[in-house]
């Protein structure tokens, strides 16, 4: 069906003449292009203030070289709400190795550099030149894992709160629907966002201790924390601990940190949306389309959005996850709770799909961050929370997990039988360690059955056990449980399925020996990969804590310190170890006979290069 500019957010001063509008409560600047589709975070907060009646102009990817730029809707009412984009910029636009990426997939046609680096700090440089005083929220992944005293890769330090770096008023961390709409209130009844306190979800500063909250968990100050010395970073972990221990809505606490002569302060955070919130917020009025100005080609003569057909269509079913890997950052941002949608709402999305001209029959997705967690990981959580010094799965699954895939088959069952429907794709992650868990194997039947597009990519992540206990990720020997009854299912199915793993090399505590390890398992099987992940230290995560400062924080020595752990630095030993786990490309034979002298391994040099 066709669209025209006024079925989008308004993206120009012509857009809101043409609506009729004089002035508009919020901008929100967006380090990404404009795709209308649910799973893009700058149309649904545009979407959700619209619905409860706010004006919003969106100024997506705006030239930050000038000012002007940021004047295209005025000066607003209420004030600006700024966002880095679906990614941290500077993992947007650089690689784990610190190189600039050729092309962003949020960007039209996919050109890269029309995002800066640290988005936030320098949007609200030129919003700051263009009306002084003006009220400025800033929410997002860049916010939300950068709210308090963090390692940054691309300076090697720990630099404070973005909330100061970036001169901002206030910031949003996790999911904002539910602050969002309360910050709106709060701005509309004239309270200055700099004065806002109280709101769930929120980080916000002040330099008068008797504004601290009298029951507030003070962490280790920045000036503790951001040294290059044992000590800080002893403090650091120690600071990390505490905000993972918080991070629960229901049992965490309010944090305090003291940054020179000001305090940081972090709200709990929000509570989980009810499945009739997260409905009605995903079925909003989108029209799942890139904005029309996009249909002209960019500087590589290519049209739209690239990131777009990752999701045009796949259902998102869920959100949080109870799997704890070290590396994620899921645990800060979404949390362990597992928010999901009705049958009947993602039932009437997918029926929209079908009508889509482009719609061949198949759905990519019904998922989340993990496409399997439909339901909190025990009964406890609802009234408790998600167990501050416990992982529901991890290397040892809690007891109390409850694995149960009923309700998510019977939710498949319905999308296949749909009008239309040829296929329904599990793209998102599977959590194979739950899934084995499961003495019911209806699922695992039906998901080889009818739910893969001819493999089934699964994350085991590394074979050495040591490393996937830092990592905080099942055992070796399960995974290979896993990928044995896989490998029956299809047998006794008639069908023709791989299994595509991916591994994670330079994790904390993984060496050569381990990654060795990785390289004589891949041999063995026959299976090596096209592609293998560099560990990526970004804010928010325990590996990252553990890459900065050594230690690991989870687990304390006999001694009462934390546990030292092994950090592959610099990018030379880091290419070894990618080679080993590549070792059958000719381009890295002369890496791979480095590594294995190196790890006085020499007698390997024959058996993993042997033609």
Known sequence: MPVSNKDFVPVCAQDLADRGISEVDFVFVS??????????????????????????????????????????????????????????????????????RSQDVYAHGGVAGHRPDRALITYISKIRQAYKGVNVVIGGIEASLRRTSHYDLWSNTIRRSILLDSKADLLMYGMGEKSIIEIAGLLKQGIPARQIRGVRGTVWYTNKKEELPSDALILPSYNEVCKNTDESKYRFAESYLIQEQNTDAINGHVLVEPVDDRFIVQEKASLPLTTEEFDEVYEL?????????????????????????????????????????????????????????????????????THDPEFKGYIHDVGGPTANFRHDACKYQKERGACPNKDCLGTEPCKNVEVDHTEYVELLRKLRNLKGVKKVFIRSGIRFDYLMMDKDKTFFKELVEHHISGQLKVAPEHVNNNVLRYMRKSNHE??????????????????????????????????????????????????????????????????????????????????GKFEKVYVARGGHERRLQRA??????????????????????RDLIGVLLKK
Request: glycine letters at 8%.
């Open 285 to 353: 009025p989108f029209t799942r389309r890139w904005h029309p100005m996009y249909d002209v080609p960019a500087e590589n003569g290519k049209t739209g959005i690239p990131a777009l057909s990752e999701v045009k269509f796949s259902l998102v079913s869920s959100r949080g996850c109870f799997g704890c890997c070290s590396f994620c950052a899921i645990t800060f941002h979404q949390g362990r709770r597992i928010q999901s949608r009705s049958h009947e709402s993602l039932l009437r999305e997918a029926e929209k799909i």
């Open 478 to 559: 399960l995974y290979e449980k896993f990928a044995e009854e896989y490998a029956e299912w299809n047998r006794r199915l008639g069908l023709k399925q791989y299994l595509v793993p991916y591994y994670i090399c330079a994790h904390p505590g993984a060496g050569l020996k381990e990654a060795i390890d990785v390289a004589l398992y891949l041999k063995k099987t026959g299976f090596v990969p096209d592609q293998v992940q560099d560990f990526y230290p970004t804010p928010g995560s325990l590996s990252t804590c553990m890459y900065w400062t050594g230690l690991n924080p989870r687990h304390k020595m006999p001694d």
């Open 580 to 601: 080993l786990l590549q070792f059958n490309r000719h381009e890295n034979a002369a890496l791979v006979k480095e590594a294995l002298t190196a790890a006085g391994r």
């Open 31 to 100: 380090g990404d292009g404009y795709v209308d589709h649910a799973s893009f975070g700058a149309a649904l907060l545009c979407r959700l203030l619209e619905s409860k009646g706010y004006t919003v102009g969106l100024l997506a990817q705006p030239d930050w070289h000038d000012p002007e730029a940021f004047k295209e809707f005025g000066r607003p009412k209420l004030g600006f709400l700024v966002s880095a984009g679906a990614m941290d910029s500077m993992v947007s636009n650089y690689t784990a190795n610190n190189k600039p």
